[in-house]
């Protein structure tokens, strides 16, 4: 079917065209782990030359739209007048007998689902038009609320809360789009520009994936990986930023830094061959601590100790910023079940023995040991 007959199809729908219209060979779906199109687009899938896969379209479908979403269906039989019906998603597999050939069309969907429309969005409140606050605005100012959506998006990935990742996920978008479009209105780079350079980035650093290296395990992947960073760092760095641990953020928390200087080091053959000489490393620090004559090289054996612990913890494959912080979350909530206990007695913590607070701290871990037995 030409074009000119899928428009005359379309003009008897009630598609508004200001948002353009795409027309996509069905049979291109094949492979594919996300759609053709973006929410904001009239889309037209047309399966003509081969029958519809609705298994592959129903699964590609259903990662950007609600099962309740309404998708106009149009049977091809070039023996009669086409005819047009509207399915939700969650039935689409429902008319793998009656559907072999024809179109599926989406209406364009402007409600806050695309890319593009959240970048209209935020192009709009740094315009004279939108909100002074967003207008002042600069990379400098906007900082901090990148470090503080960064930690907000951790505490919901913690908690285990789904919903509360999902919010602070789009918090941290936000401040993503945010300072692209700064970027945008001093004429350095746009959201799309900065989307071009991390897929090709990524394809590059994927020949296991795009190309015909091989990669049998994760740590083939992570060598080449490293292989492939090299290379980046001597085509785009000066000589002084070639280092491996140069382009290591050096604001990162210190535990984190010190966990990222170990595993790009590891990378390149700079570790223990086996966990015994990491636990006597440990060993060997807290002896050098308890010897220090002073108090600065007790202080340089404290950082020695503590950067022989995060090796430790690399080596178990844990995260020592994610480790500590989950200890932090254990002691708030034990130094608040004593705070609760002592109150619920009638006493002040400073009436209690440090005796006493140790025994209302036993019982709170057996607590937290019990619930995570009974899987609460």
Not at 348 to 360: G, S, V
């Amino acid at each position: 079917m030409d074009f000119s007959k899928i428009l005359t199809i379309v003009s008897r729908l009630d598609l508004d065209m200001k948002y353009g219209l795409k027309l996509i060979p069905g049979m291109e779906i094949t492979g594919r782990h996300s759609l053709l199109h973006q929410p904001d687009e009239n889309a037209i899938y047309e399966f003509i030359d081969e029958p519809i896969d609705l298994p592959i379209l129903t699964r590609l479908i259903s990662r950007v739209y609600s099962p309740n979403y309404q998708i106009i269906l149009i049977n091809a039989d070039l023996n009669k007048s086409p005819n047009s019906t509207e399915i939700l998603v969650k039935d689409l597999e429902k008319i793998s007998n009656s559907f072999k050939r024809g179109y599926l069309i989406f209406k364009a969907d402007i409600s806050s689902r695309s890319l593009l429309s959240f970048v209209e969005l935020i192009a709009h409140l740094r315009s004279p038009e939108g909100c002074p606050w967003d207008r002042k605005q600069t990379h400098e100012t906007l900082r901090t609320n990148i470090l503080e959506e960064t930690y907000e998006v951790l505490e919901a990935i913690d908690s285990g809360n789904l919903a509360s990742l999902e919010e602070e996920l789009g918090d941290l978008l936000l401040q993503i789009v945010l300072q692209s479009q700064i970027a945008n209105e001093a004429g350095n780079f746009n959201v799309y520009d900065m989307i071009r350079g991390i897929h090709n980035k990524i394809v590059f650093r994927h020949p296991h994936v795009f190309s015909d290296w091989d990669a049998k395990d994760a740590s083939t992947v992570i060598k080449n990986w490293e292989i492939l960073k090299s290379e980046e760092r001597i085509e785009k760095e000066p000589l002084d930023k070639q280092s491996l641990l140069e382009s290591v953020p050096k604001n990162l928390p210190a535990l984190a830094l010190a966990q990222k200087y170990q595993e790009r080091a590891a990378r390149v053959g700079f570790d223990w061959p086996e966990i015994t000489p990491v636990v006597e490393k440990i060993e060997e620090e807290i002896n050098e601590f308890v010897q220090a004559p002073d108090a600065a090289s007790r202080e340089n054996e404290l950082g020695d100790l503590l950067f022989a612990m995060v090796n430790l913890i690399r080596w178990y494959g844990f995260d020592a910023e994610s480790l500590l912080r989950q200890m932090n979350q254990r002691f708030l909530k034990r130094f608040n079940f004593i705070e609760r206990t002592v109150a619920g007695q009638g006493r002040k913590m400073t009436d209690l023995t440090l005796a006493e607070m140790n025994e209302i701290w036993e019982q709170a871990k057996l607590m937290e040991s019990t619930s995570a037995q009974n899987g609460q």
